[in-house]
């Protein structure tokens, strides 16, 4: 945060949005995964989901920060 990217900060601004569908997105599909594996622990591919979901929940983040490191201050 050392770095001063006022404009990178605005043009980020309309990913708000897509990070917040992406974040409630994951969100929905980590608690549906957790219950999931929770009652039937053998499943193996209910502990992938819970894994994917929270990859999506973290992916909005590091396209903003990816983003605003291309922008020159």
Avoid: E, H, Y
Wanted: aromatic residues 8%; hydrophobic residues 55%.
């Amino acid at each position: 945060m050392g770095d001063c990217r006022p404009l990178g900060f605005l043009l980020g601004l309309p990913f708000a949005l897509v990070a917040l569908v992406l974040s409630l997105v994951g969100a929905v599909v980590w608690v549906l995964g957790s219950v999931l594996s929770c009652l039937c622990p053998c499943c193996c591919c209910c502990t992938g989901i819970v894994n994917l979901a929270m990859d999506v929940i973290k992916l909005p983040f590091k396209i903003i920060t990816w983003f605003t490191d291309q922008i020159p201050c």
